[in-house]
């Protein structure tokens, strides 16, 4: 069967198109101030606005002071009440992986004793091949060349192969959550790989699951050709899987999965659509930003370990002269966070030794300068009280070139880690919220009168 292409217009229908739109649709954004709309549901010092209850995770920055003042504050990141450096703390201590580990501890709220982990680390190996035939119907014969879009297609696939997909029973959308926690990598390595066949024009490898493997070690293990990698290199992406595992239920790609969990949709339906809020380049896509950005500044900056060179650089990023043009440095600033952010700390203080080693130190010390001076800049450039730091997609992105990962998976790598965070938020909107999600919209039309199709005037 020949599929057709996707409709093109040609540009004079185009253009009328717009042309019309435009004419008769404009929406000022001062009125949102002057009528009370919380724009982004934010209020009007940045803050989000309280739109449900949880236990799941806590994301700290600030503290409000009675007098509704915001008072920055070092920032921390606290999965079921342990702040997630403990956990860091945990691995290095014991050289350990702990992805698994927090897992366990956002679907379930509790720290699993050694048995229990082994016996969860083993459940989770056993799900890891995809159903009979999905790889090929599903992935294989409809390639695309984004890896995200074909991962959120995936797991909306998943649906045909679970007779009780519909289910949302407790038992059902654990099982659900542990597969999908599980299969989410082979899909991943899989799309990457056909992708790389048809539209990269490069050869393809498939590697069966090896057992023991942790999800860190089984992602670089079935990505890479050879299928080598080292301890270190295993570890690394062990602690990006953990600090992006989970970020409260007010980000855009869980509140996504929150929402479409309070209408009653099946676990396939909320999951994919929360892999489409991430693909966005404001949510998960920025890490990809960065390495642009840190490419853009080494190839116009002479002496970007001078600072004087690399602030006048940053400055003209931020006044639009430079960059992409967005007048945004990536990497800095968040909704919640202020003086730091726990996971850009974690992940530039693990990054050190593997940047020198493999010969990365001009861009890790050059991130480092842009996390050290980007602060100045805003604070200059905008002269107002608002506090910026570096987040988590400042060293993520170099972590992952480092890694030796294609661009393509960036992202991707974000969802397999948010699919914890994602499954733990949708059980306990389900179980508990019970009420579907719907905020209200002011409504800013003007009335007009309906014409017959003969009284109306041509364009």
Not at 4 to 15: H, N, Q
Not at 80 to 105: K, N, P, S
Request: hydrophobic share 35%.
């Amino acid at each position: 069967m020949v599929y057709p292409d996707v409709a093109a217009f040609a540009p004079d229908e185009m253009e009328l198109l717009c042309q019309e739109y435009l004419r008769n649709n404009y929406i000022d954004p001062s009125d949102c101030e002057r009528l009370g709309v919380k724009r982004g549901l934010r209020n009007a010092d940045g803050t989000g606005v309280l739109a449900g209850l949880t236990n799941v995770s806590d994301v700290v920055g600030y503290e409000k002071q009675p007098d509704g003042t915001i008072m920055p504050v070092p920032g921390r990141l606290i999965y079921r009440g342990i702040d997630i450096d403990r956990l860091v703390q945990e691995a290095d201590t014991h050289d350990r992986f702990v992805f698994e580990e927090a897992v366990w501890l956002l679907l379930f709220g509790s720290l699993p004793g050694p048995k229990l982990l082994e016996r969860f680390d083993r459940l989770l190996e056993s799900h890891r091949e995809l159903p009979r035939g999905f790889a090929d119907d599903m992935i294989l014969n409809s390639p695309s060349p984004n890896i995200m879009n074909k991962m959120s297609r995936s797991v909306l696939a998943m649906y045909s192969y679970d007779e009780h997909a519909e289910d949302t029973s407790l038992p059902n959308m654990l099982r659900q959550s542990i597969n999908l926690i599980a299969e989410l990598p082979t899909m991943m390595v899989n799309a990457y790989q056909i992708k790389r066949r048809v539209y990269d024009r490069s050869s393809m490898y498939f590697h069966l699951p090896t057992p023991g493997q942790s999800t860190a070690e089984h992602i670089l293990s079935t990505y890479r050709p050879d299928q080598k990698f080292t301890h270190e290199e295993a570890r690394l992406l062990d602690l990006c899987l953990l600090v992006h595992a989970d970020h409260g239920g007010g980000n855009c790609s869980t509140f996504t999965c929150r929402v479409l969990s309070s209408s009653g949709t099946d676990t396939y339906a909320a999951i994919s659509a929360a892999i489409g809020a991430l693909k966005g380049p404001k949510h998960g896509g920025a890490n990809l930003k960065v390495m642009h950005q840190l490419d853009d500044i080494l190839a116009h900056v002479a002496h970007p370990d001078q600072d004087d060179e690399l602030r006048e650089y940053l400055r003209k990023i931020m006044r639009k002269q430079a960059g992409d043009g967005s007048g945004l440095i990536y990497g800095i600033g968040h909704a919640v966070y202020t003086l730091s952010d726990p996971r850009a700390q974690i992940l530039k203080e693990h990054a050190r030794h593997l940047a020198y080693d493999k010969g990365f130190a001009k861009e890790y010390e050059t991130l480092c300068g842009i996390e050290r001076l980007a602060p100045q800049v805003f604070a200059e450039e905008h002269r107002g009280p608002k506090k910026v730091c570096a987040n988590v997609d400042l060293f993520s992105g170099l972590i992952y070139r480092m890694l030796g990962i294609s661009e393509d998976l960036f992202t991707p790598l974000f969802a397999i880690a948010r699919v914890p965070g994602w499954c733990a938020h949708r059980v306990e909107e389900v179980l508990f919220a019970n009420r579907i999600i719907r905020p209200a919209y002011k409504y800013l039309g003007k009335d007009q009168e309906y014409r017959t199709l003969e009284d109306r005037p041509e364009a």
